[in-house]
């Protein structure tokens, strides 16, 4: 069945660090890939998308392109502030199986310290 | 707009009690489903639902039922409450598009503690 695997974290950063969070998947077909953010307290937000090869998701200054050559899709952000402290998670988005429903990593932990 | 509503927020149970969490959406999403938090662990998808009056298994669903009779509502029974489902849990509705766009929103959750 569909599966992601995402690094472990949790990962701690400087304020204007660079980031990067790796996230590889396995389905069949081509899935559409999400990337979420949790909040401590909340639920999850979405943070970027992108359904097809090659595609480029971004929003907020963080950026992951879907490469379906190396079944990845790496979260990215130039320079982190400490607003950006959250728990991460890569999902997708399959196109058999339970009917399109999410497939989930086990999240990554970010803490950005002033 | 509310998007996707759920309660209670919080809740602590016995072992062998019933309950229900309830979940709403205002969106006129199609599909709606059901998740499970455990640390470490992602989200685990417990039953979905395709439309009114069709649901069917996720990966977790033992323990739960579930009932679809208006596109609005989707609630999650526990039927004799263990304590292995002490979570968090998440509902979410979705759309579902061709070409892969596909649109999801959940709720802000509920966290179930079984005693």
């Known amino acids: 069945g569909d599966s992601v695997t995402q690094m472990e974290g949790p990962v701690t950063l400087s304020e204007e660090a660079f980031l990067t969070i790796n996230c590889t998947y396995t389905?069949?077909?081509?899935?559409?890939l999400f990337w979420y953010v949790q909040y401590p307290g909340e639920g999850l937000q979405l943070l970027l998308k992108a359904t097809k090869a090659d595609d480029k998701g971004s929003n907020k200054g963080f950026e992951a392109t879907y490469r379906k050559e190396t079944t990845s899709f790496h979260l990215e952000k130039g320079s982190v502030q400490v607003s950006d402290s959250a728990v991460y998670f890569c999902?997708?988005?399959?196109?058999?199986?339970?009917?399109?429903?999410?497939?989930f990593g086990s999240g990554t932990q970010l803490t950005v310290l002033p | 707009n509310a998007g996707v509503t759920q309660t209670p927020k919080f809740q602590v149970l016995k072992t062998g009690q019933s309950m229900t969490l309830q979940c709403a959406q205002d969106m006129n999403h199609e599909y709606m489903s059901w998740y499970r938090q455990d640390p470490g662990m992602g989200l685990r998808l417990i039953h979905y639902?395709?439309?009114?009056?069709?649901?069917d298994q996720g990966e977790v669903p033992n323990g739960y039922n579930v009932s679809r009779s208006t596109t609005e509502d989707f609630p999650l029974r526990l039927l004799s409450a263990a304590p292995s489902q002490t979570s968090v849990y998440f509902c979410?509705?979705?759309?579902?598009?061709?070409?892969?766009?596909?649109?999801?929103?959940f709720g802000s959750g509920t966290r179930l503690t079984v005693v």
């Open positions: 979410a509705s979705s759309y579902h598009r061709t070409g892969g766009n596909y649109g999801y929103t």
């Open positions: 639902s395709v439309g009114a009056g069709i649901t």
């Open positions: 389905a069949t077909g081509y899935p559409s």
């Open positions: 999902a997708l988005a399959g196109v058999s199986g339970s009917a399109r429903q999410l497939t």
